[in-house]
């Protein structure tokens, strides 16, 4: 029986490297639609008009968050939620404004659909206050919420 070569092991940045020199490009990861986000700051000025629109005694303005394995059922329920005209904060985040009455019907839709299958998945619905939304901070991008968030001064003479 003739003996095998070893052959060195190559580690993973190696193994980029040599991908890097052949030409070939990383591949971006298959986007559908519902996966496609608004550019960040069309999605703060929307966060920002929710929290500056007085908001009606029978509403409630509430974050929907989701960790759903099955991309066919994240898919669902994410066109659901933008059809119900919820602003798209992340891929699994929403911000959403609804009469109170709305709330309960989509978190007993959404409880329903969790039971439809075997999952490890949690969807989490979580009332927030206008006054909490103001005192957001963002974090990771050089956006100036600062500039969206205060109305420029006027000066008239």
Do not use: C
């Amino acid at each position: 029986m003739a003996r095998q070569k070893k052959t060195p092991r190559v580690s993973f940045i190696q193994k980029m490297l040599a991908l890097k020199r052949a030409g070939i490009k990383p591949v971006n990861p298959v986007q559908t639609a519902t996966d496609a986000l608004e550019p960040l700051p069309d999605r703060i000025k929307k966060i920002l008009g929710i929290t500056q629109t007085p908001q009606k005694a029978e509403e409630m303005t509430y974050w929907i968050m989701y960790d759903i394995e099955d991309n066919k059922i994240r898919r669902y329920i994410a066109r659901y939620l933008e059809k119900k005209g919820f602003l798209r904060v992340q891929k699994s985040v929403f911000l959403a404004r609804s009469e109170r009455n709305d709330f309960k019907e989509i978190a007993e839709t959404l409880r329903e659909v969790n039971q439809m299958y075997e999952n490890h998945d949690s969807i989490i619905l979580i009332p927030v206050s206008t006054d909490e939304l103001h005192a957001m901070h963002l974090i990771g991008k050089d956006v100036g919420i600062e500039a969206y968030e205060k109305k420029p001064n006027s000066l008239i003479f």
